[in-house]
């Protein structure tokens, strides 16, 4: 740093003039001292690099870092050498804010929606894992795609691939049917799985007839054990599914009057059943389906509804008009993916909105539900286990523009709620009907039930 040298007045000369103290000046004369202060200060820097300047120079010498996020990428744009540092504060703050919008958006598109990352999402099938039966392989695109929809249409068509599965099936040497066909099928509910999350219905299936494989015996010819599991499958087929839906329309069609007004959400097979057997009794009566995204199910079932002879009469609407016409309802059949030990009812997301309306209006909820969905677990909610459908759902109308793809934007379709039991009038199963209450007893009313 320079030393300053003392400026003598040389002889003769007059004194310099004595500065008039700041606090005779106006505010004006001392504004304008401190400015003529400040020029000078900045005149008096050196116009060489000095020592620390050059240690920064020497620094600056080695690689520059590569910012590691966007937000520092920007931040070093708009703050970095040359003309950015001439850059005004406002600008450089600007940019600055900037690059912590775009930051946090960067993260939260990295991030993603942490608190629905473990709901299930659909994956593409697009590689085989293992020694997977073509049968499965087909299935799994038909389940990643939602060509097949419902609880009994997924079970169905579960089982009916395992018999192929198991028809096809050989016994590696020095082996037994009853353990290693068990572990032929892993792959097998593996690629299922990742096609989509497996429902309640497939899982006490599979569970079944694993329990079922486990019990062959060993003795048994190869061949008559693998038919007699596939007349295995078709019984469980027949009892649990066929036969018990028969007799839930039986029971549920007795609460149909002439005259009612039926109100459904989405579709049920089962509750579609019920409807078109009414129907064929000679009842009269009027059917509401109410609809919502992101499947749209309703449409298919007012399709069924309107081709009989006569036509059912019917009106469709969506999950906004509900309030308006419950006033008009006089029973609500809805259909079940799952029957929890508490009496809650895991459904299409919208049903706990119905049956919730529904019970503010006094009008009767009648769930129609097989036995073989009931889950011995608690839920509590539809938050801690549900299932998302594919982002495109997110347009159903075709008037609808789909929303623009941007990374920090995620659509979030979850396909399942939760209907507590307080809201529930009575359960229709094949074994009766159950109060929400009473739930629990289902397995001591069936007893030891096998496949």
């Given at each position: 740093?320079?030393?300053?040298?003392?400026?003598?007045?040389?002889p003769?000369?007059?004194?310099?003039?004595?500065q008039?103290?700041?606090k005779s000046?106006?505010?004006?004369?001392?504004r304008?001292?401190?400015?003529?202060?400040?020029?000078?200060?900045?005149?008096?820097?050196?116009?060489?690099?000095?020592i620390?300047?050059?240690?920064k120079?020497?620094?600056s010498s080695?690689?520059?870092?590569?910012?590691?996020?966007?937000?520092?990428?920007k931040?070093?744009?708009?703050?970095g050498?040359?003309a950015?540092?001439?850059?005004?504060?406002?600008?450089?703050g600007?940019?600055?804010?900037?690059?912590?919008?775009?930051?946090?958006?960067?993260?939260?598109?990295?991030?993603g929606l942490?608190?629905?990352?473990?709901?299930?999402?659909?994956?593409?099938?697009?590689?085989v894992?293992?020694?997977v039966?073509?049968?499965?392989?087909?299935?799994?695109?038909?389940f990643?795609?939602?060509?097949?929809?419902?609880?009994?249409?997924?079970?169905?068509?579960?089982?009916?691939?395992f018999?192929?599965?198991?028809?096809?099936?050989?016994?590696?040497?020095?082996?037994?049917?009853s353990?290693?066909?068990?572990?032929?099928?892993s792959?097998q509910?593996?690629?299922?799985?990742?096609?989509?999350?497996?429902?309640v219905?497939?899982?006490?299936?599979?569970?079944?007839?694993?329990?079922?494989?486990?019990?062959?015996?060993i003795?048994m010819?190869?061949?008559?054990?693998?038919?007699?599991l596939c007349?295995?499958?078709?019984?469980?087929?027949?009892?649990?599914?066929?036969?018990?839906?028969?007799?839930?329309?039986?029971?549920?069609?007795?609460k149909?009057?002439?005259?009612?007004?039926?109100?459904?959400?989405?579709?049920?097979?089962?509750?579609?059943?019920i409807?078109?057997?009414?129907?064929?009794?000679?009842?009269?009566?009027?059917?509401?389906?109410?609809?919502?995204?992101?499947?749209?199910?309703?449409?298919?079932?007012?399709?069924?509804l309107?081709?009989?002879?006569?036509?059912?009469?019917?009106?469709?609407?969506l999950?906004?008009?509900?309030?308006?016409?419950?006033?008009?309802?006089?029973?609500?059949?809805?259909?079940?993916h799952?029957?929890?030990?508490?009496?809650?009812?895991?459904?299409?997301?919208?049903?706990?909105?119905?049956?919730?309306?529904?019970?503010?209006?006094?009008?009767?909820?009648?769930?129609?539900?097989?036995?073989?969905?009931?889950?011995?677990?608690?839920m509590?909610?539809?938050?801690?286990?549900?299932?998302?459908?594919?982002?495109?759902?997110?347009?159903?109308a075709?008037?609808?523009?789909?929303?623009?793809?941007?990374?920090?934007l995620?659509?979030?379709?979850p396909?399942?709620?939760?209907?507590?039991?307080?809201?529930?009038?009575?359960?229709?199963?094949?074994?009766g009907?159950?109060?929400?209450?009473?739930?629990?007893?289902?397995?001591?009313?069936?007893?030891?039930?096998?496949?």
């Open positions: 740093m320079p030393v300053p040298t003392k400026v003598e007045t040389p003769g000369a007059p004194p310099p003039p004595r008039p103290s700041q000046m106006t505010k004006a004369e001392r304008e001292l401190q400015e003529r202060q400040r020029a000078a200060k900045l005149a008096q820097k050196p116009v060489g690099p000095t620390a300047s050059a240690n120079e020497g620094a080695k690689p520059p870092k590569t910012p590691s996020t966007p937000s520092q990428k931040f070093a744009d708009a703050s050498s040359g950015a540092k001439t850059a005004s504060a406002k600008d450089v600007a940019a600055s804010s900037a690059a912590i919008d775009d930051g946090a958006g960067a993260r939260s598109a990295s991030r942490r608190i629905f990352s473990h709901f299930g999402l659909p994956k593409p099938v697009s590689h894992k293992g020694d039966h073509p049968a499965i392989i087909r299935l799994g695109l038909l990643s795609e939602f060509r097949i929809c419902g609880s009994n249409a997924r079970c169905i068509a579960t089982l009916t691939a018999k192929n599965v198991i028809q096809d099936y050989t016994t590696p040497p020095h082996n037994t049917l353990r290693h066909l068990m572990t032929h099928l792959p509910i593996t690629h299922l799985v990742a096609a989509r999350p497996m429902s219905t497939m899982g006490n299936a599979i569970r079944q007839l694993k329990l079922e494989i486990s019990g062959s015996d003795d010819i190869e061949q008559d054990a693998k038919d007699a007349q295995k499958i078709d019984n469980y087929i027949r009892d649990r599914i066929i036969i018990a839906d028969e007799v839930i329309q039986e029971l549920a069609g007795k149909i009057k002439d005259g009612d007004v039926i109100l459904t959400y989405a579709r049920s097979s089962v509750v579609e059943k409807l078109l057997n009414a129907h064929e009794e000679g009842k009269r009566f009027s059917v509401i389906v109410v609809d919502s995204p992101p499947l749209m199910e309703g449409k298919a079932l007012l399709k069924t309107t081709r009989t002879d006569p036509p059912i009469p019917g009106t469709y609407a999950l906004s008009a509900l309030p308006s016409l419950m006033t008009e309802v006089t029973t609500v059949l809805l259909g079940a799952s029957l929890s030990a508490n009496g809650a009812v895991y459904s299409r997301a919208g049903t706990a909105l119905v049956a919730m309306i529904a019970k503010e209006h006094s009008v009767p909820v009648m769930v129609c539900c097989e036995t073989y969905k009931f889950s011995e677990g608690v509590l909610d539809g938050f801690g286990k549900n299932e998302l459908a594919p982002g495109r759902f997110s347009a159903p075709r008037h609808s523009q789909p929303l623009p793809a941007k990374p920090n995620e659509v979030l379709n396909l399942y709620d939760l209907t507590p039991p307080s809201c529930i009038t009575a359960v229709v199963t094949e074994v009907l159950i109060p929400p209450s009473s739930i629990s007893s289902i397995p001591l009313a069936l007893g030891k039930t096998s496949l």
